[in-house]
C-alpha cells in the first residue's frame, strides 16, 4: 500500500495542492479570453466615468472628502440621460475614515457596503454595471478579492480579471464599440517604487516581477486591438493617465503609440484627482480624460488642454451618437452639494475614430 511515511509528506502534498490552485486561479485573474457583450436599442448611448472614490463611506468625514457629494450628483445625471453604465478607473477603496487599512481584505469587508453599495445607493446607479479596473490602491492589499467579489458575489462590480474586453452595440445601426480594460499599475510602478509601497509581494503573487512581463501585458493589449478594428469606437480604460508628464513613469508612455497605431477614440484615466483633458493631435490622435476626482482632489499632470479648478471633484458624463458618429462629453463639478446634480465645466465632442496620418 502507498502511503506517506511521515506526516510531514502529507503536508508537503497539502501545501503543493494549494500552491498549484493559486497558480490556476492567478492565471484566470490576469486577463480572461471571455468578451462581455451586451446591445442596447437606444438610438446613443450614454455613460458615466469616473474614479479614486472609494474614500470614507458614510463615515462623518465623507463632508471632508465629498465621496456623497459626487454619488448624488451622478445619481442625478445617470436618472436624467439613462445612462446604460458606469465606467470606473479604479482606486475602488482607501485606506482612511474608520478604515486603517488599503483596498478590501476579502470578499466580506464592510467596505463593499459601506464604501460601495451605501453610497451610490440611487435606483439608477444601484442597478446598472460598474466596469471596473484596479487602481494602486486595490493592489496595496488584496486585489484578487475584488476579482472574486465579481465572479462570485455581484457581478455588477464588473471586474472578471485585471485586463478584459467589452464589445457594446446600439443604435439601429447596430454600431459597435470595443473596450479593453486594462490594468496599468505594471506600466507604472519599477520595482523600486513597488517596494517602497509594499505592493512588490502582491506583484510577485501575480508574476509580475518577472523580465517579460510587460511585453506580454503589451502585447496582450496590441493583439486585442488588432482583433476590435471592427469597432466603429475603441476606447481604453485604465488606472493612470497618460497625460504629459504623467506617461513619463516607468514603461506607461509605451502604451501611447500602441494606442495611435489602432486608432483608439479615447483613453478614460484617474489617478490624478482631478478632471482634465487632452484633444487628439495629429501626433497623438486619442483623445485622453482624466476623471479621478471621485471624493477627493490632488494635483493635475503637466500638458493638458483642460483641467478643473483646484479643489474640484465631479466626473465625466459621455454620450455616443449611432446617427452622427459623434461623442459629446461634458465634465460635471460636484463639489457644492447644494447645486442639485452639479454644474457643467467643460464640454465638447469627438469623432468616433481618429483618421489616420500615416507616420
Ligand atoms: C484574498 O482574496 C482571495 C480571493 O477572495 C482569498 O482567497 C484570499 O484568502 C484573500 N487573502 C487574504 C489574506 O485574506
Ligand atoms: C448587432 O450586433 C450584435 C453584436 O455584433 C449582434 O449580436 C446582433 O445580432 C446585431 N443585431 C442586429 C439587429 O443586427
Ligand atoms: C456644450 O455645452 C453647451 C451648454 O450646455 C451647449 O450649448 C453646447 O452645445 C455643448 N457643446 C457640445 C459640443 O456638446
Redesign the pocket.
Known amino acids: 500500500m502507498l502511503r506517506p511515511a511521515k506526516p510531514d509528506l502529507y503536508l508537503l502534498i497539502i501545501l503543493l495542492t494549494l500552491v498549484c490552485l493559486c497558480v490556476c486561479d492567478i492565471s484566470d485573474w490576469q486577463s480572461t479570453s471571455t468578451v462581455h457583450k451586451e446591445a442596447f436599442t437606444d438610438e446613443d448611448l450614454d455613460f458615466l466615468v469616473f474614479g479614486d472614490w472609494g474614500m470614507n463611506g458614510q463615515d462623518p468625514a465623507t463632508h471632508k472628502f465629498l465621496q456623497k457629494a459626487v454619488a448624488d450628483a451622478m445619481e442625478i445625471c445617470a436618472d436624467e440621460h439613462d445612462s446604460k453604465f458606469v465606467v470606473n478607473v479604479g482606486d475602488n477603496f482607501y485606506k482612511g475614515g474608520k478604515y486603517d487599512y488599503q483596498g478590501v481584505?476579502?470578499?466580506d469587508d464592510e467596505k463593499w457596503n459601506t464604501i460601495w453599495l451605501d453610497v451610490y445607493n440611487g435606483a439608477k446607479l444601484s442597478s446598472i454595471n460598474w466596469y471596473t479596473v484596479a487602481g494602486n490602491h486595490d493592489w496595496y492589499n488584496?486585489v484578487?478579492?475584488q476579482i472574486?467579489y465579481s465572479l462570485n458575489k455581484n457581478n455588477r462590480f464588473y471586474l472578471p480579471a485585471l485586463f478584459y474586453v467589452r464589445r457594446t452595440s446600439f443604435g439601429p445601426k447596430n454600431s459597435t464599440v470595443a473596450w479593453i480594460h486594462i490594468d496599468t499599475n505594471i506600466f507604472f510602478y519599477d520595482e523600486a517604487t513597488q517596494k517602497a509601497k509594499g505592493m512588490f509581494g502582491n506583484f510577485e503573487i501575480m508574476g509580475w516581477d518577472r523580465d517579460g512581463a510587460v511585453e506580454e501585458k503589451l502585447k496582450w493589449i496590441e493583439d486585442r486591438l488588432v482583433e476590435n478594428q471592427d469597432a466603429k469606437w475603441i476606447f481604453v480604460i485604465g488606472h493612470h493617465p497618460l497625460i504629459g508628464d504623467c506617461a513619463q513613469r516607468y514603461r506607461m508612455k509605451e502604451l501611447i503609440p500602441i494606442l495611435d497605431r489602432h486608432r483608439v477614440t479615447a483613453y478614460f484615466a484617474g489617478h490624478n484627482h482631478v478632471l482634465e483633458f487632452l484633444a487628439p493631435t495629429r501626433w497623438s490622435r486619442f483623445a485622453q480624460f482624466i476623471s479621478g476626482a471621485g471624493s477627493r482632489t490632488s494635483k493635475a499632470c503637466e500638458g493638458d488642454d483642460w483641467v478643473s479648478a483646484k479643489g474640484t471633484v465631479g466626473f465625466l458624463h459621455v454620450r455616443i451618437s449611432d446617427k452622427s458618429g459623434k461623442m459629446v462629453y461634458e465634465f460635471v463639478d460636484a463639489t457644492d452639494p447644494s447645486i442639485e446634480g452639479g454644474t457643467q465645466v467643460f464640454n465638447g465632442s469627438l469623432t468616433n475614430r481618429p483618421y489616420w496620418y500615416p507616420k
Open positions: 481584505q476579502t470578499v488584496n484578487s478579492a472574486d
